[in-house]
């Protein structure tokens, strides 16, 4: 698992793990650059476990720190992982820096 984050929560804000687990699958639905089967939701008391595998670093962080706004979370377990894309990393070189190759 990539992180936990705890969340103290005081009475008045605590929720079911049915309730969480709907407003936590509405949230990422929500997320309209994060394909929902790229991601499983579990929770339990209040915590709320992620994992699966996205496309790139950005979707990852969107899908966390939507859940961590979620009023009922106690935490957030992020076991998401980033798929990497090597064609992709290949063809583009590092900051702007052109690649190229000389024979001598």
Known sequence: MRGRIFLPLTPFCRRGDAELMHSASET???ITEVPTDYV???VANGWITLSG???WRWQRD???NAM???VGVT???DGIEV???LSLNAALPPCG???????G
């Open 28 to 30: 990422l639905q929500s």
């Open 83 to 85: 798929r990497p894309d």
């Open 62 to 64: 969107a899908v966390v």
């Open 75 to 77: 935490g957030v377990g």
């Open 40 to 42: 499983a939701i579990q």
């Open 97 to 103: 820096i052109a690649a190229s190759e000389s024979g």
């Open 68 to 70: 961590r706004r979620l």
């Open 53 to 55: 595998t996205v496309d």
